[in-house]
């Protein structure tokens, strides 16, 4: 964990960079898109692994409030500098008071997870018992899939660490952490060497370069 810590802690200064890309900013759309779809409306949540806070900072409303939890310190000074809350820390160990949190999600952050399964038994723990548990991910069964996993393989030195999943693969680690998955999407629909992004939400597919879930505790649905 401590070599992808570094590495997210050297290229914090250039990491929103892709979102100036014109193909990067439709990416962003309809990734937020996706995301806030799958968020309640209103009440106290955290974005595990919020980087930037690049999210957190348009995802925030009124009503709804985003703390921002991140092991890289350097990251989080970009988030710091949006103003928003933030706290340094690893999912696996949340440090919330229990019962105070309606929501998490995550965006790409799955992919680097030392141990997915342990993280969500670790919000189960700590949320309230009806929150929802998010997370956007790349699918690997996409041909976005396969650009990130070639990127790895010639040594990015942010996606050299990725693990990409598909979609029953993380159907099986909700399932072993006592979730149940209450709502799939799937959108970048267009293959990733398209100037122009299909920022569409659909069924999911190998279509699809990411999907998103929206997970609760089994029992509460």
Request: glycine content about 8%; charged content about 25%.
């Amino acid at each position: 964990m401590s070599d992808k810590i570094e590495t997210f802690n050297m290229v914090a200064g250039i990491y929103d960079y892709w979102y100036e890309h014109p193909q990067g900013r439709q990416v962003f759309q309809a990734e937020k898109k996706a995301v806030e779809q799958m968020l309640p409306s209103s009440g106290f949540g955290i974005e595990i692994g919020a980087g930037t806070g690049i999210f957190a900072k348009i995802l925030t409303s009124e009503t709804r409030t985003i703390l921002c939890l991140d092991p890289s310190v350097e990251m989080l000074k970009k988030a710091w500098k949006r103003g928003l809350p933030c706290i340094v820390g690893l999912g696996e160990c949340l440090p919330i008071r229990c019962g105070l949190l309606n929501f998490c999600y995550m965006v790409t952050v799955l992919e680097f997870l030392n141990e997915p399964v342990a993280l969500f038994k670790e919000f189960k723990e700590v949320a309230r018992k009806d929150a929802f548990l998010s997370f956007l991910f790349i699918n690997s069964d996409s041909s976005w899939g396969e650009l990130y996993r070639n990127i790895g393989a010639k040594g990015d030195p942010v996606f050299q660490h990725a693990k990409l999943y598909t979609l029953d693969e993380v159907r099986l680690l909700l399932g072993r952490a006592g979730y149940i998955i209450m709502d799939i999407k799937g959108t970048l629909n267009s293959h990733p060497m398209e100037q122009d992004v299909d920022q569409d939400l659909v069924e999911p597919s190998e279509k699809s370069g990411v999907l998103i879930v929206r997970a609760v505790k089994k029992g509460i649905e």
